[in-house]
């Protein structure tokens, strides 16, 4: 992985929370422009607070990054408001969706472009560029957001973040509380987005199997650390990834059964990261 080619660089990132709380411990990964890196694990594995952490929303939430560093195209930007992560063109998309209800999907499209300064001409081309890529969006863009599906408002979202023309955008949990064929429809878009117009993407997400399936390079954390990464093809058939996250046996069960509650107990004398 070339130096020259690294978007986002996370070395050994801690956060506290309240001054006492330790959710991150030692944190390193590093994203390349123009891919897709999956951040995968548990519900409090601190997925969310590492976005967060890049995004520099952590002081709302009483957090701070205490030891590490967070480099952007070479630039420390652990100081940085969040307003300046924009302007570099960091956008986070938040886990929930957090769509203004009582705006328009228009509307909500268009708070996206608050911060550019390139006219309206280029705006209005954005906006577009939108609806083709989300084209349910254009059909329903004079409804009020919260008269529309919980898939419509996650591509608002997303299509609100690069109304931005952001470099790279922060996806946070974009599969949750979505049917399966609706999360299918929106990483296929995050996927052209980012093969057609070169969007980099930091995603968390707990659905293992999908996360694997359209990024490029995966971080497995738990309890706050990374235990694992890889390219996505190698951790799919890796037999630890298969067992504890995709539900699969690993090959001493015979690489294809359902994980029962009775080998939990089992879980971390073979879990060989937590030994």
């Known amino acids: 992985m070339s130096a020259a080619n690294i978007l986002l660089d996370v070395n050994g990132i801690e956060v506290i929370y309240n001054h006492v709380i330790l ?7 590093q994203v ?22 890049v995004s520099n929303l952590l002081e709302s939430e009483r957090g701070a990054v205490t030891k590490g560093s967070i480099e952007l195209r070479g630039e420390r930007i652990e100081a940085l408001g969040t307003s300046e992560m924009v302007n570099r063109g960091v956008i ?14 228009e509307e909500n499209l268009m708070t996206g472009a608050y911060t550019r300064r ?15 890529y989300f084209p349910r969006l ?16 996650q591509m608002c979202a997303i299509g609100r973040a690069l109304m931005a023309n952001p ?36 995603l968390a997400e707990q659905n293992t199997n999908m996360a694997l399936r359209y990024s490029d390079y995966g971080y ?7 235990v694992m990464d890889g390219a996505a093809a190698s ?4 037999e630890d990834v298969k067992e504890f996250y995709l539900g699969t046996g690993g090959s001493e069960r015979g690489g294809g059964d359902r994980k029962s509650f009775k080998d939990a107990k089992s879980y971390k004398r073979r879990k060989r990261w937590l030994a």
């Open 23 to 29: 959710v991150l411990k030692g944190v390193s990964l």
């Open 92 to 105: 986070q998309v938040m886990e929930g969706r957090h769509c203004f209800a009582h705006l328009t999907i």
């Open 235 to 238: 951790l799919r058939e890796n």
């Open 138 to 153: 254009k059909t329903r863009r004079t409804s009020q957001a919260a008269y529309t599906s919980g898939g419509e408002q």
């Open 220 to 226: 497995i954390l738990e309890n706050g650390r990374i």
């Open 118 to 132: 390139d006219g309206k001409a280029a705006v209005a081309a954005t906006l577009d560029k939108v609806y083709t």
């Open 32 to 53: 390349p422009e123009g891919r897709i890196v999956a951040l995968m694990g548990g519900n409090g594995a601190g997925k969310t607070t590492t976005l967060r952490a």
């Open 167 to 202: 470099k790279m955008v922060l996806l946070d949990e974009p599969s949750m509380g979505l049917a399966p064929q609706i999360v299918e429809e929106v990483f296929e878009i995050v996927k052209d987005l980012n093969t057609r117009e070169g969007v980099t993407f930091l």
